[in-house]
């Protein structure tokens, strides 16, 4: 392509923006200059792009104006202050934060949903949903173009990077402090996460719903385009530095046999199929891949219209990096 984008990354110091540098240069993405940026405390680092050593900057100062595409890779908060400068700019937007709403930034997965952006108007405005969304959209999309689904039941494993290089910190010093037989002092979380696994993943509501778990439910239906799909969802704190991994089992309107399943899957580009009688792991698997791992696909024991699977992913990488980048990848083929 000879065309080439002005890119603004905010939050570059996190564990996202570093994987969107890495990702970027990776693959290769028609970048003239890159702009890092983040908040004041984090500004004056320094990160290497294409033989260069990039310097961070005060988002605070930056001026949209000079850029196409900027990835918002920091904390809500700072989405919702810079994001509208960004689009009054005339800038596209691809929102990581979960900060914006669905009907103000669509929930993209290329691989599933591209279309979704021919219907918007520029500066284009776009998020990359919640990592557990892009592994179960990848998933579900080439059986539900086959079969109607009824219900869907996950318990997602996440794993602590999902809280940023604070959760990494805090589960790295969890684990120091109980091998060396020292007093656990619980920070980031209220309670021991090191060898443990917490049945609640940040705020609930009355209704005793986590916020994430409503969040992965309306994403998950807006990049699926199925607004009434019935979802039970449970987020679970994992004792794991990185990847996802999620249990599965959903009930189709029919049957659903596992052959069909099975070649359904197989020929999906962001899926690896694991064999039968082995499993994908986060970590023996999924960390620092680009592909969704998917295993111990089997029926219900007495419905045929039951299907259950074991889905792993980087979290970090395919989840959240490689996502946005791929979002980008769409505008500036279709769009920009």
């Known amino acids: 392509m000879s065309q080439s984008f ?5 939050g570059a110091t996190g564990l996202v923006g570093e994987t969107l540098i890495e990702l970027l240069e990776e693959r290769e993405f028609p970048v003239s200059t890159l702009h890092l940026l983040a908040s004041a405390e984090s500004a ?3 990160f290497a792009f294409r033989g260069k050593n990039l310097r961070v900057r005060d988002v605070a100062e ?3 104006s000079q850029v196409k595409i900027a990835f918002f890779a920091a904390g809500e908060a700072v989405t919702r202050s810079f994001a509208p400068r960004a689009q009054a700019a005339g800038c596209a937007v691809i929102d990581l934060s979960g ?3 669905l009907d103000e930034a669509p929930r993209i997965v290329p691989e599933v949903n591209a279309s979704a952006v021919a219907g918007l108007k520029p500066p284009y ?3 990359s949903p919640l990592s557990p969304v892009v592994m179960l959209a990848c998933v579900l999309a080439p059986l539900v173009r086959e079969h109607t689904l009824q ?7 996440l794993a602590i990077s999902q809280r940023g290089r604070e959760g990494v910190t805090e589960l790295a010093r969890q684990t120091a402090e109980l091998l060396n037989a020292r007093p656990l002092e619980p920070r980031l979380f209220d309670r021991q996460v090191a060898f443990n696994l917490l049945a609640q993943v940040g705020l609930v509501d009355g209704e005793g719903q986590a916020l994430l778990e409503r969040r992965l439910v309306a994403e998950l239906q807006q990049v699926l385009t199925l607004p009434e799909l019935k979802v039970s969802a449970t987020c679970v704190q994992a004792p794991v530095f990185f990847g996802d991994s999620l249990s599965v089992s959903l009930l189709a309107g029919g049957p659903l046999p596992l052959a069909q399943a099975q070649a359904a899957l197989v020929g999906e580009s962001a899926l690896e199929l694991v064999e039968e009688g082995d499993y994908p792991t986060a970590v023996g698997d999924a960390v620092g891949q680009d592909a969704i791992y998917v295993g111990r696909l089997r029926q219900g024991l007495d419905d045929a219209t039951e299907l259950n699977l074991w889905i792993t992913s980087d979290n970090v990488r395919k989840g959240a990096a490689l996502n946005a980048v791929q979002i980008a990848e769409l505008l500036i083929k279709h769009y920009l």
């Not at 002005?6 to 905010?10: G, P, Q, V, Y």
């Not at 219900?151 to 494993?157: H, N, P, S």
Request: hydrophobic residues 75%; glycine residues 4%; neutral net charge.
């Open 44 to 46: 004056g680092q320094s």
């Open 125 to 127: 405005v776009l998020a």
């Open 62 to 64: 930056f001026d949209f």
């Open 99 to 101: 900060a914006l709403l």
């Open 6 to 10: 002005a890119i603004a990354l905010i």
């Open 151 to 157: 219900r869907l039941t996950v318990m997602a494993a």
